[in-house]
């Protein structure tokens, strides 16, 4: 049952947006009771926060190669997921109280993949930042057809702009030692 509630709150999430999340209107396309929905997810920021949980358990850093390499990989992983579900993005940075463990441990990979330079911490946020950028540009481009460019372009954008940016990070001055 709550897996049929979270691909039920996912359709809602890709066709309607958050505001079109409600309990009623989930409960009435999986038809069910929303009480029921209640039952499993507490409020609608616990049903938020499930969906999160859902939609990025799976993505993650290849076990073996370059860090580098596995840092692309895993913020282009995460990336497919934020086009793919932006309105979710967008409610995570709206709630904080929200904010799901996997995306905690998404940025912690990160973190320990750039560890060995300096200014990991630092690097972490701008890779994310760019990431969520880029992939909610994605997002923006579905309601605005003279604009659109394809996905598969945005995605050759993006993963060329991260090159760069891993690049000037694995480059940069500072990480060298003397």
């Known amino acids: 049952m709550p897996e049929s509630i979270l691909s039920g709150a996912l359709g809602i999430l890709k066709t309607d947006g958050l505001d079109g999340l409600t ?24 049903l938020i926060k499930a969906l999160a949980e859902s939609v990025y358990e ?75 950028g880029a992939a909610l540009a994605v ?4 309601g605005n057809p003279g604009h659109q460019r394809s996905n598969e372009v945005m995605l050759d954008d993006f993963e060329s702009g991260l090159a760069e940016l891993l690049g000037a990070f694995g480059n940069s001055p500072e990480n060298y030692s003397t």
Request: no cysteine; aromatic share 8%.
């Open 58 to 132: 799976d993505v993650a850093a290849p076990e073996t190669g370059d860090s580098l390499a596995r840092a692309r990989s895993l913020l282009t992983a995460y990336y497919a997921k934020v086009v793919l579900y932006p309105a979710l993005t967008l409610a995570i940075f709206a709630r904080p109280a929200v904010f799901p463990d996997h995306a905690k441990r998404i940025t912690s990979e990160l973190t320990g993949l750039l560890s060995g330079h300096n200014h990991s911490s630092r690097w972490t946020h701008i890779l994310i930042d760019y990431t969520h």
């Open 23 to 46: 309990m009623r209107a989930l409960a009435t396309r999986v038809g069910i009771n929303p009480m029921t929905i209640y039952h499993h997810f507490e409020d609608r920021d616990g």
């Open 139 to 142: 997002a923006s481009q579905d």
